[in-house]
């Protein structure tokens, strides 16, 4: 089955202890993304990558990292947590950037205390 | 910077009913329009995408049409059911100078279709 693979779905962790949510598509897709949705806020970019070894920022990139090695996966790293990246986290795929379908994960929902 | 807008941020009404969603954008140099239904903790499903030369799409009981001009989409759900309840979300692409790499999202609507 095609799908974007999220983990973990859920996490609570504590402020400034390093995570990694991973994200992995079997679809052989150029472009992945992740988004963070907060109530009254929508759905924001955080980063997205073109291709493999390519990324960039979105509109809120602060306080995370990503990497792209392999065109599968797409892991988010939050080296030092902080409070305010509690929120629901997307993972996103698409053949190419922009102009087609984005396929979404099921969402990660992180609590830092 | 791209905008998008989602009216009525919350509807709720009789199963059996017809309903419109709205959404509007501020800048209609887009590629297409996307229009997603997110259920309670889960990710988002797209429903339908249109590009910009077209004027509508349909699935089933959903259709949606694309006003460029006047940076307007909606979503006509016919005959509800209390299974459409979800929040609805459009998203257009937003642009680098290197082209598409993105959505913006509007806020969403989030709809409850009363048995």
């Known amino acids: 089955e095609a799908q974007v693979t999220q983990n973990p779905r859920y996490l609570i962790t504590v402020t400034g202890k390093k995570l990694t949510v991973t994200c992995s598509q079997n679809m052989n897709h150029e472009y992945m993304s992740w988004y963070r949705q907060d109530p009254g806020l929508g759905l924001r970019q955080i980063y997205y990558s073109m291709n493999v070894e390519v990324t960039d920022k979105g509109d809120v990139p602060e306080g995370y990292k990503v990497s792209r090695k392999e065109k599968r996966n797409f892991p988010l790293i939050l080296e030092s947590p902080s409070p305010n990246q509690t929120s629901l986290y997307f993972c996103?795929?698409?053949?190419?950037?922009?102009?087609?379908?984005?396929?979404f994960g099921a969402g990660s929902r992180l609590t830092v205390l | 910077k791209q905008e998008v807008t989602q009216i009525p941020a919350a509807l709720s009404v009789p199963e059996g009913e017809n309903l419109v969603l709205n959404c509007s954008f501020t800048d209609s140099a887009i590629y297409n329009l996307q229009w997603f239904r997110q259920d309670p903790g889960k990710g988002l499903t797209s429903l339908l995408l249109i590009q910009s030369s077209q004027r509508e799409q349909t699935s089933g009981r959903l259709n949606a049409s694309l006003d460029k001009s006047s940076g307007r989409s909606t979503l006509y759900i016919a005959a509800s059911q209390p299974g459409d309840s979800a929040t609805y979300l459009c998203?257009?692409?937003?642009?680098?100078?290197?082209?598409?790499?993105?959505?913006?999202f509007g806020k969403g609507t989030h709809l409850i279709i009363q048995p």
């Open positions: 996103a795929s698409s053949i190419f950037s922009g102009a087609n379908v984005l396929t």
């Open positions: 998203a257009v692409p937003m642009y680098s100078g290197g082209g598409a790499d993105g959505l913006t």
